[in-house]
């Protein structure tokens, strides 16, 4: 066989190898190196594949795609600085547990640190933020690297999978010629067995340990952070119930609204009465950290039982206490079973404090912003689930800085048809746009709700040319207070103003109308509530991309709003 024929067998074998062990689906970036891989993706009849031009862009769609599907996600560069591009969806990936199987085309190892054109060093690109790395060998036709091409491509699905999920790196050296000759579907090796993510054991000796002690403290709290948590929603309660302890539940938990007893008011309530609150003296944390700086510095002198669910550890407060591992669910069954066999005297008035305290704090909500004075960024959120709960399912994501701090604090029962998503792996303000679209791309019957700052937003425009290629059904609202709104409510706001705007407010002047124009988006800028809500009303009654620009009062005003409400 030619060189040609060889290099297409060879691919042939890894990315049937890919879809046979689960991954269906790819996102392609443009170039020449990266020609032959492209080829067999887009060849393969059953790999769905989605082709956009910016290769940090499309990173962060391929890591949306994931986060909406469970799925590994393909994601594949050329040589050079494009693939270098990636490594910002890639850290998020990894840190946020969720599953890429990254591939980079790369020049032959003779053309290496040789002064070649558009060559950098790949090996091993992203560091400590890929699981795992696999520099691929060039292939000679034979039957044996076919063989390890199927068997690397399982191998990269298990890794990727594998609790705690993420990123994965292989890179491809090609040389000349690039193009392929399509060949018939990989023959496949159907004797190689499929690898099976391990899942860690609930030790019952731990349990009754672990019983043994929740059962000595008597003000504890259960915290429900980011995650796939729907389905642990009754054991919680039912551990809630055998200790007296409240659930405070992050909004990206999704169990906010599912029982009426969870409570989503912690944030504003300690924020505006935290002196006045009784200690707590442990917890138990599902899933990743809580979003609420308040509650996290509430709870950082707790014991803590922290029940990761991936496999990782997540524990940045150094609180004494018990990482367990093992499936929230399993996890939690075996707790409420312990719990049912042991004796405790719960202390009823310390969860009737919080949910007393939890109903005050949704009537002074009620208060001050069901109709509010003035134009107010928190308004958004008190009313979001009202005003989204009949459009059917929907996929609400929001961007970090302050629009995930304020659906936190504001956004209290939504609707059981709404899920909320964040990247919180590391909390970034890039690709959030790109990912919403991915998000969108996995779930097209549904509306995809992006809701992010003016900063964010500008940061990654070129996410909105996937909505416009492939027809996505998507409303972004940008929050515009003309800079870094969350620099308002940190230390650096005592700084001079000048010195503050320079650094840190960083006002733009600008309005989004070209970039609507630009994608095909039907736009709206509004700064009223009333205008607000009727061009919601409007746009949701829409498909396709559309674009809501909310002009809000300055950021000084906003602080002023925030803390009017905490008080």
């Known amino acids: 066989m030619s060189h040609s024929e060889d290099v297409a067998w060879y691919l042939s074998s890894f990315v049937d190898g890919l879809y046979h062990h689960g991954a269906k689906c790819a996102v392609i970036c443009p170039g020449s190196r990266s020609t032959p891989l492209a080829l067999a993706l887009q060849r393969h009849e059953q790999i769905e594949t989605y ?55 790369d020049r032959p190892p003779e053309l290496r640190d040789s002064g070649a054109s558009q060559t950098i060093d790949q090996v091993a690109l992203y560091g400590t933020h890929a699981k795992w790395f696999q520099d691929m060998p060039i292939t000679n036709g034979s039957q044996e690297l076919n063989r390890f091409a199927w068997i690397t491509a399982g191998r990269s699905v298990h890794y990727a999978t594998e609790e705690p999920k993420g990123p994965v790196h292989l890179n491809f050296p090609f040389r000349e010629p ?54 642990a929603v009754d054991p919680i309660m039912e551990i809630s119930q055998r200790l007296s302890w409240p659930v405070f539940a992050d909004p990206l938990s999704n169990i ?91 202390d009823t008035h310390w969860y009737s404090f919080w949910q007393e305290q939890h109903q005050v704090t949704l009537r002074l909500f009620d208060a001050k912003l069901k109709e509010p004075d003035n134009a ?43 899920r909320f998503w964040g990247n919180r792996g590391a909390n970034g303000i890039d690709g959030i746009v790109s990912t919403a679209m991915g998000i969108a791309a996995i779930t097209p019957l549904a509306q995809t709700i992006l809701i992010t700052g003016d900063l964010a937003f500008y940061h990654d425009m070129n996410g909105l040319f996937a909505a416009a290629k492939y027809h996505l059904n998507v409303l972004v609202i940008i929050i515009n207070n003309d800079g870094g709104g969350i620099f308002s409510f940190l230390p650096q706001s005592q700084l001079e103003n000048q010195e503050f705007e320079a650094l840190f407010g960083t006002p733009h002047g600008l309005s989004f109308e070209h970039a609507a124009l630009l994608y095909r988006a039907a736009y709206k800028r509004v700064s009223s509530l009333a205008e607000l809500r009727q061009a919601m009303n409007e746009l949701l009654t829409i498909k396709g991309l559309r674009i809501l620009e909310w002009v809000t009062p300055s950021r000084k005003e906003n602080v002023s709003h925030h803390s009017t409400i905490w008080s």
């Open 51 to 105: 082709v956009l031009v910016d290769e940090r862009s499309a990173a962060f769609f391929a890591l949306g795609m994931a986060k909406a599907s469970g799925r590994p996600i393909i994601l594949l560069s050329t040589s050079g600085t494009a693939a270098a591009n990636f490594l910002p969806a890639v850290v998020e990936s990894f840190w946020g547990h969720v599953p890429l199987i990254v591939l980079t085309a």
């Open 178 to 231: 690039l193009l392929i000759e399509p060949v018939p579907k990989s023959w496949g090796f159907q004797t190689q067995k499929r690898l099976a993510p391990a899942v860690p054991q609930v030790d019952k000796e731990d349990i009754t340990e672990i019983v043994h002690s929740l059962s000595q403290f008597h003000r504890g709290l259960i915290l429900v952070g980011p995650g796939t948590m729907r389905q």
């Open 256 to 346: 906010r609204g599912l029982d009426e007893r969870i409570i989503g008011t912690y944030d504003a309530l300690l924020r505006g009465n935290g002196q006045n609150v009784p200690q707590a003296e442990c917890v138990i944390r599902l899933g990743a950290p809580m979003t609420s700086k308040a509650l996290n510095l509430y709870t950082k002198d707790c014991w803590i039982y922290a029940i990761d669910g991936e496999n990782s550890y997540r524990e940045p407060q150094l609180q004494m206490g018990r990482v367990i591992e093992g499936r929230i669910p399993d996890v939690l069954k075996a707790l409420s079973e312990g719990l049912g066999r042991c004796s405790i005297e719960p």
């Open 376 to 418: 107010s960024e928190p308004y958004l959120y008190y009313h979001l689930s009202d005003w989204l709960k009949d459009i059917g399912s929907a996929e609400v994501f929001v961007s970090n800085s302050m629009p995930v701090r304020d659906l936190d604090s504001y956004t209290q029962n939504p609707h059981i048809s709404l």
